[in-house]
């Protein structure tokens, strides 16, 4: 059990590793994965029902961040 423990450890560590410096900095860039109290009680449960109201908080409030164009767009 001690074993499987230490090769799980290793497995996350070197997935870790795996990221590139650039990836490291975007990841630490932005603060919070949740906007606000708000924005995570949608994430965590009600993007199953949306409502008109969490739509209009959710822009009002800039929950998403910048759009992102797709591919070719």
Excluded: I
């Excluded at 990221?19 to 606000?36: P, Q």
């Excluded at 409502?51 to 009002?60: C, F, I, N, P």
């Amino acid at each position: 059990m001690k074993k499987l423990f230490w090769f799980a450890v290793m497995c996350l560590l070197f997935s870790g590793c795996a990221m590139t410096n650039n990836e490291w900095n975007d990841l630490w860039a932005h603060g919070n994965t949740y906007k606000n109290w708000e924005h995570m009680k949608f994430s965590w449960s009600g993007y199953k029902n949306p409502t008109v109201e969490t739509g209009k908080l959710s822009r009002e409030q800039g929950w998403w961040g910048e759009p992102v164009p797709g591919p070719g767009g």
